[in-house]
């Protein structure tokens, strides 16, 4: 199994979730472990994490790592036959929320890259593109806006597949995958 690294990317609901969950688990192997950043901390929110769970039904075993995301990687890509990442971008609110401090953020992205680099698996993770709307009128917004832009950046010059959602359809905008 070739050992690669895929972002798929995209806006609110373009398909990113579901389109990562088909491409993990078209590699071959029965230890798939989704890493969930998620804090559901409202009725939406938990109502989101059960359909996604439903999705993944017992074909996959959930961790939970809000903020130590890079530490859940390196921990967990040792031995799994495949990692799914959902999502770098709750996982940025949850350390803006946390420690509004752009050295740290950037210190933690490099660290989650260097744990991709380290693992001995396949691993695709998800993220959003924020930064195509308007600039938002206040500056944790713009902070919130910011940090995703650049971790984004900092993860996709690492991966060997970006994959681009688009109203369902996915448009690779790097590498191609290859499960």
């Known amino acids: 199994m070739k050992k690669e690294l895929t972002l798929v990317i995209g806006g609110c609901r373009s398909g990113k979730s579901r389109h990562a969950l088909k491409l993990a688990e078209s590699y071959p192997g029965a230890h798939r472990v989704f890493i969930a950043t998620c804090e559901p901390k409202d009725e939406e929110m938990r109502d989101r994490v ?3 769970r439903a999705e993944r039904q017992n074909r996959w ?3 939970e790592a809000p903020l130590a ?10 031995a799994a ?4 990442v959902d999502c770098l971008t709750l996982w940025i609110s949850n350390r803006i929320l946390q420690q509004p401090d752009e050295t740290q953020l950037l210190s933690a992205a490099e660290k989650l890259v260097g744990a991709f680099a380290a693992a001995k ?4 993770v998800v993220s959003n593109e924020v930064g195509t709307g308007i600039v938002p009128e206040n500056a944790l917004a713009r902070t919130y806006r ?3 832009g650049t971790v ?12 681009w959602m688009v109203a369902g359809i996915p448009v690779p905008i790097k590498g191609t ?3």
């Open 121 to 124: 698996c396949p691993i695709v």
């Open 81 to 84: 036959d495949v990692l799914l």
């Open 146 to 148: 910011d940090a995703v």
């Open 50 to 52: 059960a359909r996604h």
């Open 61 to 63: 075993r959930t961790r």
């Open 69 to 78: 995301l890079a530490e859940a990687v390196k921990n967990l890509g040792e």
């Open 177 to 179: 995958p290859t499960p």
């Open 152 to 163: 984004n950046r900092i993860v996709a010059a690492s991966a060997d597949t970006v994959i």
